[in-house]
């Protein structure tokens, strides 16, 4: 029998079953356990989805994960607006993908009022210190599932050690990576090599039949057909209220500039929010003036120990923004204000990349060579985890790292003898500290945390 997502009338259960409700239950429950990065974010995922639930089969995760991949912008969020999406239409994207960004919002939101207010938290990372560990346990678990599944011959994890190396020791962009990944796939499959064929089409052996039985099933719910109408009324979601804003206030007020600047940071935030956040650091503080340079690590601290994707630092940059300039208004409310607008213009493309994009990426799921190019990406994919896996662990452990350069190579090694020197070396009493010279995603300050001295 044919498998639909037709929405009863009632909002009760669709085709598959999972009614609405239901579905709001299990988005909180994974919203509320989204710590962790984008790979602990999508193991949760598909521990819950796929495993659990079985709402959605192996191959069709995978299939929207290496589309997600893609896209500029958080892709553990996106995935869960594709999943949502395909579940209950655009209302269940809207829920999904809403509902994983709200912890964090109001988490971002407090933190910063009390930044705001009464200045530096020190006792807020304090409480989060020990969450580190877990997030990398987590992260290893990502690695362990996605590798077990995509790295299915020896072409697979030649790819997937070549992304590590690249992006580990030679810093090769991200997107680099990506879209030269799913070349490599798409010429292959021309060239004619079955090694990117891994678990394509309805061929599927017999060892993949239990994947293949999910709740959604395998067909294409009639929704997820592509329609130029829909394409231009999702569109015009985002790209109003920012028209609108200028029109309003002029390019020279801060609420257009944080419209227009962090709609920008969406279009190019491909390989998550670790790649754009150096350039944002750069124009808040040195173009824009909105933010001082130690707030900008408080605010990636902030955003680094709370649920959701790390890119919602961009919340603090437009809450303080506004609270530096909040014309005729009372600061905290322009602050408020500021804050929720850069969030939506960071997360409404997300939503439309989805609701466009998703559409002809589903019906191209049979299609042969685009899905040796997915096939490839993913592979790559648990090379760059690997990657964040290894890093992460660099960073738990050690205090202390030193930068490699030369003969191209472009990494930063931990000094062995640094697990336990920090914390006998400095303490409550230490006055001065020598941080190590880190990359901003890590460097924090000593003089916040000195009982830790976690720099």
């Not at 020598?434 to 001295?453: G, K, M, N, Y």
Request: proline share 5%; aromatic share 10%; hydrophobic share 55%.
């Amino acid at each position: 029998m044919t498998r639909t997502s037709r929405i009863e009338t009632d909002g009760g259960a669709a085709g598959h079953g999972v009614s609405e409700r239901e579905a709001l239950r299990v988005w909180l429950r994974i919203a509320l356990l989204s710590f962790g990065g984008p790979a602990g974010q999508i193991a949760v995922m598909h521990r819950i989805l796929v495993e659990e639930k079985r709402w959605i089969s192996e191959r069709r995760f995978l299939h929207a994960l290496n589309y997600c991949m893609l896209l500029p912008g958080p892709e553990a969020q996106q995935l869960a607006t594709y999943v949502g999406w395909l579940m209950h239409r655009t209302r269940g994207g809207i829920v999904a993908g809403g509902l994983f960004v709200v912890p964090g919002i109001v988490s971002i939101m407090a933190l910063s009022y009390v930044y705001a207010g009464w200045g530096r938290v020190p006792i807020i990372q304090a409480l989060f210190f020990g969450l580190k560990a877990a997030v990398l346990a987590i992260v290893l678990e990502a690695v362990v599932r996605i590798g077990r599944r995509a790295l299915k011959n020896s072409i697979m994890i030649a790819l997937a050690g070549a992304a590590f190396v690249g992006i580990f020791f030679f810093s090769v962009p991200f997107p680099l990576i990506v879209f030269g990944a799913a070349l490599i796939g798409f010429l292959g499959d021309l060239a004619g090599i079955t090694a990117f064929r891994v678990g394509g089409g309805h061929a599927a052996g017999k060892g993949d039949a239990a994947l293949l039985d999910s709740r959604l099933g395998d067909e294409l719910p009639e929704h997820a057909r592509p329609t130029v109408a829909r394409s231009l009324r999702a569109s015009a979601v985002w790209l109003v209220p920012v028209v609108a804003l200028l029109v309003a206030l002029g390019a020279s007020n801060v609420f257009s500039q944080i419209a227009v600047f962090f709609s920008k940071m969406a279009l190019v935030t491909f390989g998550g929010a670790y790649a754009v956040l150096a350039y944002v650091a750069q124009q808040a503080v040195e173009h824009y003036h909105w933010l001082r340079p130690r707030e900008m690590l408080d605010g990636l601290g902030m955003a680094e120990t709370t649920p959701g994707p790390l890119i919602m630092v961009l919340q603090f940059v437009g809450f303080m923004a506004a609270y530096r300039d909040p014309g005729t208004l009372p600061p905290m409310l322009a602050a408020t204000l500021g804050g929720l607008l850069a969030t939506w213009v960071t997360f409404t493309p997300c939503f439309l990349w989805i609701f466009l994009g998703a559409p002809f990426v589903e019906v191209l799921r049979e299609n042969k060579p685009i899905n040796a190019a997915l096939s490839a990406l993913t592979a790559a994919v648990v090379g760059v985890v690997l990657n964040l896996a290894i890093w992460f662990a660099i960073h738990t452990i050690f205090q202390e790292v030193r930068p490699v350069r030369g003969f191209g190579l472009a990494f930063e090694a931990p000094v062995l003898g640094s697990v336990l020197a920090a914390s006998a070396s400095c303490g409550p009493t230490a006055t001065t500290v020598q941080c190590p010279a880190v990359s901003i995603e890590r460097r924090w300050s000593c003089e916040r945390l000195p009982s830790f001295c976690w720099c």
